[in-house]
């Protein structure tokens, strides 16, 4: 089927930049759009960024202007840019994926997620 590889999350200080990556793979004949989520203890997942096939790209209020989500369609990969990471952004991100199986089927698929921890 499809699985998808998170890669990136780690321990850094407020103020500081971490780029997340997720690796999409198996039986794929295209992606359409491509999400970040993150989930907070205690609270409930919520939606980063999102791109579109053709590139369009929308943001939580809480990250704009400060993360970029961007996407390499040939690679069938995607990143997360987060800059100016303030305590709060504290949380394990998901990548998400809706994708076009080949052979005809259609999916929603996750990352297991990556931990991002921003200590003040």
């Known amino acids: 089927q499809v699985q998808l590889m998170e890669s990136g999350g780690g321990l850094v200080q407020a103020g500081g930049s971490l780029r997340l990556s997720c690796a999409v793979s198996g039986s794929i004949f295209s992606i359409n759009g491509m999400r970040w989520y993150r989930q907070a203890p205690g609270k409930q997942r919520e939606l980063v960024a999102v791109?579109?096939?053709?590139?369009?790209?929308n943001y939580a209020d809480s990250v704009r202007g400060r993360f970029t989500i961007s996407r390499d369609n040939a690679k069938n990969t995607k990143a997360l840019q987060m800059n100016s990471l303030k305590p709060e952004d504290t949380a394990v991100y998901y990548c998400n994926a809706d994708v076009t199986l080949v052979g005809g089927g259609h999916g929603d698929y996750w990352g297991q997620g990556t931990q991002v921890t921003v200590s003040s």
């Open positions: 791109i579109t096939s053709g590139g369009s790209t």
